[in-house]
């Protein structure tokens, strides 16, 4: 079974602080994705990487950056918290492939409040 | 970039009824299409997905059909139960090295 574990479920920090959000998988899945979800706006990807040491911005990278240091972890980083970046943090995985080898796993979500 | 539209945003249906849930994307070059399921607090999930050299998959009372000359594809719920209550995402894909963009959802309410 894929496990796609996000260390933190629900976080409060405060305007101007730095967030780290982890994230492991333990499939060996080469993708590695970063999305934000709010209601109403679905699923929109922030950061997406490929490969060790690789990443490609998505839809809405401004305000986050990420880094791949080992093929299993992925992370998000805050480098100054605004109201604005409250929201749902989904992290995710898919194994490199064509078609239907696609199919992305979950983690369950962190929670981030910024006050 | 690719670009998936989903509609409606919400839908409320009676046990028993079907429910159709529509995509739209805009790269023709996009192959992969899968439907993933939310239920509340929980996860999103794969349900089904179909590839662009295929038409239409069924998996018991779900299905999915494409249009690649429109640029559209479908769900489809047969027969709904209570526990079809979640919120659905359709998404589009290159593969391979490419993301994966989805649509903004649609929050499905199957009425007792």
């Known amino acids: 079974d894929v496990k796609v574990t996000q260390s933190s479920r629900y976080l409060v920090k405060r305007t101007g602080e730095k967030v780290f959000l982890e994230c492991v998988q333990d499939m060996d899945h080469e993708n590695m994705f970063w999305y934000r979800q709010d209601p109403g706006l679905g699923l929109r990807l922030i950061y997406f990487?490929?490969?060790?040491?690789?990443?490609e911005k998505g839809d809405i990278p401004e305000g986050y950056s990420v880094s791949r240091e080992k093929k299993e972890r992925f992370s998000l980083i805050l480098e100054s918290a605004s109201t604005n970046q409250t929201s749902m943090y989904l992290c995710?995985?898919?194994?490199?492939?064509?078609?239907?080898?696609?199919?992305?796993?979950f983690g369950e979500g962190s929670w981030l409040t910024v006050v | 970039g690719e670009n998936v539209e989903q509609h409606p945003s919400t839908l409320s249906v009676q046990e028993g009824d079907s429910a159709v849930i529509k995509c739209t994307y805009s790269?023709?070059?996009?192959?992969?299409f899968p439907w993933y399921k939310q239920e509340l607090g929980k996860r999103p999930q794969l349900i089904i997905d179909i590839r662009s050299n295929v038409g239409e998959k069924k998996d018991q009372r779900i299905a999915v059909t494409l249009n690649k000359t429109a640029k559209h594809f479908s769900l489809h719920i047969t027969e709904t139960q209570p526990e079809d209550s979640a919120v659905y995402f359709c998404a589009a894909s290159k593969g391979g090295y490419q993301k994966v963009t989805f649509g903004t959802g649609t929050k499905l309410q199957v009425i007792p």
């Open positions: 990487s490929y490969d060790v040491k690789m990443k």
């Open positions: 995710a995985s898919s194994p490199l492939g064509q078609g239907a080898m696609n199919t992305i796993y």
């Open positions: 790269d023709s070059a996009s192959n992969y």
